[in-house]
């Protein structure tokens, strides 16, 4: 029967392996579809950056409560994650808590403590759920962002449902595991009760060893498949930020936020017309200007769009969506890794290659109406938590429709042909560009 | 009160009579043809003056900085612009730049380098408060602001794009008014609707104009002075405050123009 199992688990441990490994491919080959930005200067900067946001959540306790209750999570995660290592080893060599006699009365500690932060994890998630559900908190209502109808809702309460199952099978396991020691059965070790799970343990008072066994591997087993499912499950969900929250505050951008990037190839033409450069021979010519589809972006822009997991609080805090625009900086985040994953996928089934298939980032998922009713207050890029930067892609997003397609509004032409004949985006004549002076009440013609 | 004559330098007449400023005060578009904040300009100016800061202007071979043409999306215009200013300015070796528009100093400050420009580039709130720090603009025993409610409305290329939230209030505290924020302020400012190309177009269809949403918090601070430090701001925040019709009771003013008040200028 031991055996019997082991090679269960086995064949699951490789099944899942095998395709987490399939899809993190998957995944990475896609981030590299974007083009080249250096991110990799002031590693120790962006260590600290990375420690403070990402590890320690900082921005998370701009609202305290919900920062408190998605450290409990995140904590529990983490930690829980140690007691996984015992089962997988447990499955692996037919053992049963393999930590238990090394570790002696700490053991007992150490699956207490794994068993609060279980709760906590519970506890936090019910009200999560509750948010989303009874309270309906506004950003994440499908029924005022378009964006969240569908897969979208459905994915953050599935995660959250998917939590609540995991915790309430690890707590059974463990109940039924305590239950199993006070009958003194064989491979259930003594260990004494645990900290939340003997709340549990009356319900299994009476019952015969055999059923109690049946029970205990029940749980043990739908909790451990329930965690490789899981994990499977987060990386085709907006869940992966639990692993790319990492690299993505770790390569987020040291410049000011208001500082935008500079285009050299313009430069280089700019150069030229003015004179201050002689035509080179060796200029090249970009194939297109800004960005019009995914592989136009950034590979941090496409990391950006994989490490969303949809909190919309950059939508909350954008004055475009607020007024009723159709601009929201989390469906740019979401449109680009929907559109990335469907570049991915063409490229898949034609052996690497991309096939085009008539669509592009800004019209076929991005409107030009949204890319155009962004006033580049940065309130999106200082509010996510995990340092994404929608408004880097809307801007790459205006360059190409601007500069490529040459169309702009109406008025923004008028504004750049006042730039470029009187050197302001009114109609003035530059040379009255100082009358101003003459507002000054007791001017003395200079010196 | 005895009287000043003002004196507005160019960079050219500097040039001429060999002298160098301290400090260029970069005008701005807005500065120079908007007729509200030619009012700004000028109260900026008397201070300068009044402070005895020794500065110059461009005058008529200021160009726009790009700004509006870059967040639009026209990197050839804005580049075209950049270089022929990086050009006068390197031409006169200007070194320390002021400018009252939030919008010019993120792009002078932050994007000429990567073209050629370097400067030490201060929004003017910075650089009033380091005369009022140095003792050079003095505001003691004035009456003119005892007692009003003054609200300060974050402008967002000062703000978020360049973490300069500070300045701006240690003026306003340095008036002796009743500094009330809205619960919107610093890095949750709300924009006021104008910048990324805004101010030149006709805002998208919504629900409502991003002034409006943003007046309405000003307005329900119980503030009688809305304090703005940014030319496309001030534009924004005075429609609001005519759309609400409450020109009479709230009045929208740029920091350079309360201090100037402040001082009787």
Request: glycine share 12%; proline share 0%.
């Given at each position: 029967m031991a055996i019997i199992q082991q090679i269960l688990f086995l064949v699951a441990l490789g099944v899942v392996a095998w395709l987490a490994f399939r899809r993190v491919s998957f995944i990475r080959n896609t981030i590299m579809l974007g083009k080249d930005d250096d991110r990799k200067d002031q590693p120790g900067r962006r260590f600290g950056i990375m420690m403070r946001v990402?590890?320690?959540?900082?921005?998370?306790?701009?609202?305290p409560l919900i920062g408190f209750l998605h450290f409990a999570v995140y904590a529990g995660f983490i930690l829980i994650n140690i007691e996984i290592l015992e089962i997988v080893l447990d499955g692996i060599?037919?053992?049963?808590?393999?930590?238990a006699s090394p570790l002696g009365s700490f053991y007992s500690f150490l699956i207490g403590f794994f068993e609060f932060l279980a709760f906590g994890v519970l506890i936090a998630c019910v009200i999560f759920l509750i948010r989303r559900s009874v309270w309906k908190v506004e950003r994440l209502q499908p029924s005022r962002h378009r964006e969240m109808n569908g897969w979208p809702e459905l994915d953050g309460k599935l995660i959250l449902v998917f939590e609540i199952v995991l915790m309430v099978a690890i707590l059974t396991m463990n109940a039924a595991d305590s239950a199993l020691q006070d009958l003194g059965s064989a491979h259930y070790p003594k260990t004494g009760d645990f900290l939340i799970s003997q709340w549990i343990k009356p319900i299994f008072s009476g019952m015969p060893e055999s059923t109690l066994i049946i029970i205990e591997r029940f749980a043990w087993w739908f909790h451990i498949l329930g965690i490789f499912v899981f994990a499977i499950y987060l990386t085709y969900s907006k869940h992966l930020h639990i692993a790319l929250a990492f690299p993505n505050t770790y390569f987020a951008r040291l410049e000011p936020k208001g500082e935008m990037k500079n285009m050299p190839e313009i430069t280089n033409e700019v150069k030229i017309m003015l004179g201050l450069e002689s035509q080179a021979g060796d200029s090249v010519v970009p194939e297109r200007f800004g960005a019009k589809d995914v592989t136009d972006l950034t590979w941090k822009n496409l990391m950006d769009a994989y490490s969303c997991t949809e909190c919309g609080r950059c939508t909350a805090a954008c004055p475009a969506n607020i007024t009723g625009k159709k601009l929201s900086p989390r469906k740019i985040m979401m449109d680009t890794r929907d559109r990335l994953e469907d570049v991915g996928r063409i490229m898949q089934a034609n052996k690497g290659q991309f096939v085009p298939d008539?669509?592009?980032?800004?019209?076929?998922?991005?409107?030009e109406e949204e890319i155009l009713a962004c006033t580049t207050c940065n309130a999106c890029v200082q509010e996510c938590p995990v340092l994404i930067n929608p408004l880097d892609i809307i801007l790459q997003l205006r360059r190409h429709k601007v500069m490529d397609e040459s169309q702009a509004p109406g008025s923004w032409n008028m504004m750049f042909q006042n730039l470029d004949t009187n050197q302001a985006p009114w109609k003035f004549s530059p040379g009255d560009r100082f009358n101003w002076v003459e507002g000054l009440e007791n001017k003395s013609a200079n010196s | 009160m005895s009287e000043i004559t003002y004196k507005v330098p160019t960079m050219a007449e500097m040039a001429a009579s060999n002298e160098t400023p301290e400090v260029l005060f970069w005008v701005g578009c807005a500065g120079s043809f908007d007729d509200r904040y030619k009012k700004v300009t000028v109260a900026f100016v008397k201070i300068l003056n009044s402070a005895g800061v020794k500065f110059a202007v461009l005058g008529t071979e200021e160009s726009c900085t790009g700004d509006p043409a870059r967040r639009a999306g026209n990197e050839f215009t804005f580049q075209m612009l950049a270089m022929s200013n990086i050009q006068v300015l390197d031409m006169y070796g200007v070194k320390k730049i002021v400018t009252a528009c939030p919008h010019c100093f993120n792009t002078l400050k932050n994007e000429y380098p990567e073209l050629g420009g370097n400067y030490q580039v201060l929004h003017h709130s910075e650089y009033l408060q380091q005369l009022i720090d140095a003792g050079r603009v003095r505001l003691e025993g004035g009456e003119v602001f005892k007692g009003k409610k003054i609200t300060f409305h974050d402008s967002c290329y000062l703000g978020r794009a360049n973490d300069v939230y500070e300045a701006p209030r240690h003026v306003l505290e340095a008036l002796d008014a009743d500094l009330v924020e809205m619960k919107r302020s610093r890095t949750k400012g709300l924009c006021c609707g104008a910048g990324g190309g805004q101010m030149f177009k006709e805002p998208e269809p919504g629900k409502k104009d991003i002034n409006v949403e943003r007046i309405e918090e000003a307005i329900g601070t119980g503030a009688d002075t809305i304090a703005v430090a940014c030319p496309f701001c001030m534009v924004m925040m005075t429609d609001g405050v005519k759309n609400k019709e409450k020109e009479q009771s709230v009045k929208v003013y740029d920091l350079a123009e309360l201090v100037a008040q402040a001082k009787g200028l």
């Open positions: 990402a590890f320690g959540q900082k921005k998370m306790f701009d609202r060599l037919g053992t049963h808590r393999i930590f008539n669509k592009s980032l800004i019209g076929d998922y991005i409107l | -």
